[in-house]
């Protein structure tokens, strides 16, 4: 159900004009997206979702909000400036390609040490390992891509 998150702004999308001109009804609306972003921060917390869904979630948002109220400056403004704006866009794909880079140097030089299979192994490895540490996967998840247990995972952490 969490990709439905970026077309909530659907439902307000009639009144849009009034929450607009209307202080007290922006910050209704202002406090309905705060509410979003807040479960979302605590889902992510919990380990439910990781840092790279969250912030594609809200970089979603962000993109149907800004066409759904292209003539509603305040509404754009108003929500953006809650779910926050184009630094978590850039910031969640710095950090997936750091760990994508980081894998394929792992890879290769595992690759020119043990053989091609082997190194695509140990590149498949690190780059899970790096996702994981930079928040954008669980250890569950990058256990079960390896098909390895989650306590040896986490040894190698």
Same mark, same amino acid.
């Not at 990709?3 to 609306?29: A, Q, R, V, W």
């Not at 869904?53 to 993109?63: A, G």
């Not at 400056?73 to 953006?80: E, M, P, Q, Y």
């Not at 994508?100 to 290769?108: D, L, M, V």
């Given at each position: 159900?969490?990709?439905?998150?970026?077309?909530?702004?659907?439902?307000?999308?009639?009144?849009?004009?009034?929450?607009?001109?209307?202080?007290?009804?922006?910050?209704?609306?202002?406090?309905? +997206?705060?509410?979003?972003?807040?479960?979302?921060?605590?889902?992510?917390?919990?380990?439910?979702?990781?840092?790279?869904? %969250?912030? #594609?979630?809200?970089?979603?948002?962000?993109?149907?909000?800004?066409?759904?109220?292209?003539? +509603?400056?305040?509404?754009?403004?108003?929500?953006?400036?809650?779910?926050?704006?184009?630094?978590?866009?850039?910031?969640?794909? #710095?950090?997936?390609?750091?760990?994508?880079?980081?894998?394929? %140097?792992?890879?290769?030089?595992?690759?020119?040490?043990?053989?091609?299979?082997?190194?695509?192994?140990?590149?498949?490895?690190?780059?899970?390992?790096?996702?994981?540490?930079?928040?954008?996967?669980?250890?569950?998840?990058?256990?079960?891509?390896?098909?390895?247990?989650?306590?040896?995972?986490?040894?190698?952490?």
């Amino acid at each position: 159900m969490l990709f439905l998150i970026p077309f909530y702004i659907f439902s307000y999308e009639k009144n849009l004009g009034e929450y607009d001109t209307n202080t007290e009804k922006m910050e209704e609306l202002k406090k309905q +997206y705060l509410e979003i972003r807040n479960r979302l921060d605590t889902i992510c917390a919990a380990g439910i979702i990781n840092e790279y869904t %969250k912030c #594609t979630i809200i970089d979603m948002s962000r993109k149907v909000l800004e066409h759904l109220a292209a003539h +509603y400056t305040n509404v754009r403004k108003g929500v953006i400036s809650v779910m926050g704006g184009h630094i978590l866009e850039h910031e969640a794909k #710095t950090i997936l390609n750091r760990g994508i880079q980081a894998g394929k %140097k792992e890879g290769i030089q595992a690759g020119k040490k043990e053989g091609i299979r082997e190194g695509i192994q140990a590149g498949k490895k690190g780059t899970l390992l790096e996702l994981v540490r930079d928040g954008l996967l669980t250890v569950e998840e990058a256990a079960k891509r390896l098909q390895m247990d989650e306590h040896e995972f986490k040894k190698l952490l």
